[in-house]
Nanobody
């Protein structure tokens, strides 16, 4: 069993930055792929970014490419999402995810989900 706890969400003006963190516990951190998804009100959950077991592969949604950066610190059991040049359309609940087997943009491939953290970008 893996527990994921996100932090770092909040309210920011357009053009600003936030860094989300996700602390994991329950198993060797380097054993699983980590990622972030988000869900805005009235919209489906969408992929944001993923990072492979040792961080050698990174994948981003086109909508965040060049603005967001995913990273992980296996010694601290933490994955990060640095979000720059934020836009109002980035407003959503952001979820940290983990899976032992799959490196994917498909939410159904991820077994473990955090509780989510709200990010609100004002115009």
């Amino acid at each position: 069993q893996v527990q994921l706890v996100e932090s770092g969400g909040g309210l920011v003006q357009a053009g600003g930055s936030l860094r989300l963190s996700c602390a994991a516990s329950g198993r060797t951190f380097s054993s699983y792929v980590m990622g972030w998804f988000r869900q805005a009100p009235g919209k489906e959950r969408e992929f944001v970014a993923a990072i492979s077991w040792y961080g050698d592969s990174l994948t981003y949604a086109d909508s965040v490419k060049g603005r967001f950066n995913i990273s992980r610190d296996n010694a601290k059991n933490t994955v990060y999402l640095q979000m720059n040049s934020l836009k109002p359309e980035d407003t959503a609940v952001y979820y940290c995810v983990a899976d032992f087997k799959h490196y994917s943009t498909n939410p159904s491939r991820y077994e473990y989900w955090g509780q989510g953290t709200q990010v609100t970008v004002s115009s």
